[in-house]
């Protein structure tokens, strides 16, 4: 009786905005997703930065979720991600995409490097030391292959909390990147105290590059801010052999964009993962 009531909007007044309608139901279906396997992976190449494509050579991937509705096709992660952390899902959900991204990179012939994002949430919510363990255990993954992509917002909740995780992840043998850093609240002193081994710098500062010198200059501090700090650096968001160039020619260590590779279904990148025929 419980499922058959949940699809209802009468309990809703008829003011009630339509977005927050469609949120609702939205999150009805979300709890749905992953029984009903509408969620899955598409992944992104990261390369090593050259002057070009060709000398550009993929070293990992960034797993990316996708959730294909059965009515509304596909659903953006910036949409129903939120709505996970919101409702608690993210926890669950969270599990299955750590997995599903593990138990795929195991796969590979070829041992690339693996990226997976964690929200907030699941960062400081989620006991998500134990569950990073006890999924490369499950996978046979090489923890040294697997790269955490946290965002900052996270460690401002609790800055405590927060180092004490990122340690007890490390000490597992995986790295951690800080992701879209430059986009929220970055503070230098984040930097200094916890131990990132990548800097992720957000795609609005690559995308500008070429038009305003500003975002040069900030794309070309953090490199030298990063590498001082003996943190590796990767540009996100690139489109142009305009910027591909300028960030090999800055020294930026990895990039990662439709210019190189838009995030696909694996059997897309096949080749790159030393798989032969398509699955
Ligand atoms: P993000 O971590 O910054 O991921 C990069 C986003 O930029 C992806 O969007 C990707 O498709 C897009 N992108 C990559 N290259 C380019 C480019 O050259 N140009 C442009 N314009 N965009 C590019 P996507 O897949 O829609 O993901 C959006 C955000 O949702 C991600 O941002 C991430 O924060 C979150 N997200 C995605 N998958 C997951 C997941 O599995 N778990 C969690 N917790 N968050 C996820
Ligand atoms: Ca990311
Ligand atoms: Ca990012
Ligand atoms: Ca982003």
Redesign the pocket.
Known sequence: AKQKSRGSISIFAPEMDQQIRDRRVLHQDLSMAIRNGELSLHY?PQAASGATIAASKVIGF????RWMHPMRGFV???EF?PLAEESGLIVEM?VW?LREACREAASWPVPMQIA????PA?FMHGDVVSLVHSILLETGLAPDRLEL?ITEGVLIEDFDRGLALLRRLKALGVRISM??FGSGYSSLSYLQAFPFDKIKID?AFVMNLGRNPQSAAIVRAVIDLGHGLEMSIVA????TQEQLSFLSDEGCDAV????LGK?QPIGHYDALVGRSAAK
């Open positions: 992104q960034e797993a990316l979720a953006s992660p910036g991600i969270g995409i997976v994002n964690l929200s699941q992509e992701d879209d795609r996100e968001g690139v489109e990662q964009g439709y210019f995030p």
